[in-house]
């Protein structure tokens, strides 16, 4: 058996993986017929627990994920669904624009306005003379959707055009849900 094959084992000849999983897996509070009298399994026992407690506290902690995460999440994965490229012609050159460029104006531009509590599905389409973008929202209780859905078009238009030079079509918004303020 060379040094690293020894490092493995106990003197005893127990496995040290077998004992950290039976620490990990249901504590080390039951032992065998064989750690109950072999003082080198005792010893590394105690000691895994003692290292083990960092676990297990960490493992109780509740873990609250950044807000919002799953939506930027999904929002990314959905922009990579849409494929296309609008190109345009400046002074000195071309420049392409992917429908993810549209997606996430679409979205930052949303969210911002208030009364939008969340943005669901910014989907950017391709038309003739620029874009056209479907919105799902979720209002906050208590704003009128027809004055929040004029302020979203208001700003998306403004704020592609901006950023883009190009005209925003139409903006469809779906409002899916009314979350408490």
Known sequence: MNQS???RYLACGTRRADLVE????????????????????????????????AVDLLRSEAVQPPARLLERVMR????????????VRGEHGLTQLSAQVFAMIAYETAESVPGVSAVHRSQPARVSDGVDVALELSLVFGYSAPEVGAVVR???MSRVRQLTGLAVGAVQIKVSDVVAP
């Open 5 to 7: 094959e020894r490092q």
């Open 22 to 53: 039976q620490v990990a897996e249901r504590g080390s509070g039951v032992r065998t017929p064989h750690q109950a009298s072999c003082t080198q399994c005792q010893t590394a026992l105690r000691d895994l627990e003692w290292a083990w407690q």
């Open 76 to 87: 990314r994965v959905r922009a990579e669904l849409v494929s296309w490229n609008i190109e």
């Open 154 to 156: 208001r700003r998306l």
